[in-house]
């Protein structure tokens, strides 16, 4: 419930879509297949990836009337397409023109605010989110912090958080931990992803929450579908890769949806109060 409140504060539904409305219940399809007793068939080598691809489609059928062949998808970037040259140079020039003192601010943020540590430090261990339930929060809160520091600017926001959730891990370890939080965890700086995943589920969330408003929520969810099965492809479709596949596809969403849905009126109004 506290969650569900946090999540919902910022939220508005002029900006949402028909398809927009109806992503998390696919999300949450994909949620359940990862702990179905088909996908356990599948680990065992009783079904193939073609019969999960098929429970897949069907259900972004149902919930999103697209019909899709994953098993056939096109490549992710059609390099023939000038659009995407011009939306990609925009992205960086965003990212180019963050401040070192924006970029300071968010990460003061990140190491301080109660709030942001709480949700963070409920980040699961490797391996115990397998449906990851506890990584969406953090992203919320970043993002929140991020539109507020560039003035309700989504994509400014976007190319804020960008940068800074690709700090390495060997700069933070170099940081001595005397200087460092004592409530967070090294693994938790800024990496506000599952502990198994570090920032990977972080950028899968930004990067399509962007591409969202850079093109569309249905593009970008379509885009991601089809960067992912690349990865699963070679990684010859093996169980550990299609449940990172369908992982991701949730990070995807989780980002979509929320980029899509934050009005940052509101968060100008929360600050006010």
């Known amino acids: 419930?506290?969650?569900?409140?946090?999540?919902?504060?910022?939220?508005?539904?002029?900006?949402?879509?028909?398809?927009i409305k109806q992503v998390l219940y696919f999300r949450d399809k994909l949620k359940t297949l990862l702990v179905s007793k088909e996908f356990e068939s599948f680990?065992?080598?009783?079904?193939?990836?073609?019969?999960?691809?098929?429970?897949?489609?069907?259900d972004i059928k149902s919930e999103l009337v697209i019909s899709i062949d994953l098993n056939n998808l096109s490549p992710p970037r059609d390099l023939l397409n000038l659009q995407n040259y011009l939306d990609?140079?925009?992205?960086?020039a965003f990212k180019s023109k963050t401040k070192q003192a924006?970029?300071?601010?968010?990460?003061?943020?990140?190491?301080?605010?109660?709030?942001?540590?709480?949700?963070?430090?409920?980040?699961?261990?490797?391996?115990?989110?397998?449906?990851?339930?506890?990584?969406?929060?953090?992203?919320?809160?970043l993002f929140r912090e991020s539109l507020r520091i560039t003035n309700n600017?989504?994509?400014?926001?976007?190319?804020?958080?960008d940068e800074a959730i690709r700090i390495p891990m060997?700069?933070?370890?170099?940081?001595?931990?005397?200087?460092?939080?004592?409530?967070i965890a090294l693994e938790n700086f800024l990496l506000p992803g599952n502990k198994e995943d570090g920032s990977d589920k972080s950028r899968h969330w930004n990067v399509f929450g962007g591409v969202a408003i850079y093109k569309s929520p249905k593009e970008s969810l379509i885009l991601a579908l089809k960067r992912e099965i690349m990865?699963?492809?070679?990684?010859?479709?093996?169980?550990?890769?299609?449940q990172e596949f369908i992982r991701d596809t949730i990070a995807n969403i989780n980002g979509i949806y929320y980029v899509v849905s934050i009005d940052p009126g509101l968060i100008l109004d929360n600050k006010k109060l």
């Open 153 to 161: 600017d989504k994509k400014a926001a976007l190319g804020l958080l």
């Open 88 to 92: 990609r140079a925009e992205w960086q």
């Open 43 to 58: 680990k065992d080598g009783e079904l193939s990836h073609l019969d999960i691809f098929e429970l897949i489609e069907k």
């Open 1 to 19: 419930m506290i969650a569900m409140v946090e999540d919902a504060e910022t939220l508005t539904i002029r900006t949402q879509s028909n398809f």
């Open 102 to 141: 924006a970029f300071k601010e968010l990460i003061l943020y990140a190491q301080y605010d109660r709030r942001y540590l709480r949700a963070a430090s409920k980040t699961s261990p490797k391996l115990q989110d397998i449906q990851l339930k506890n990584h969406n929060l953090p992203m919320i809160l």
């Open 231 to 242: 990865d699963l492809k070679e990684q010859n479709y093996s169980s550990d890769a299609m």
């Open 170 to 183: 060997a700069w933070v370890k170099s940081i001595p931990k005397s200087v460092l939080p004592s409530s």
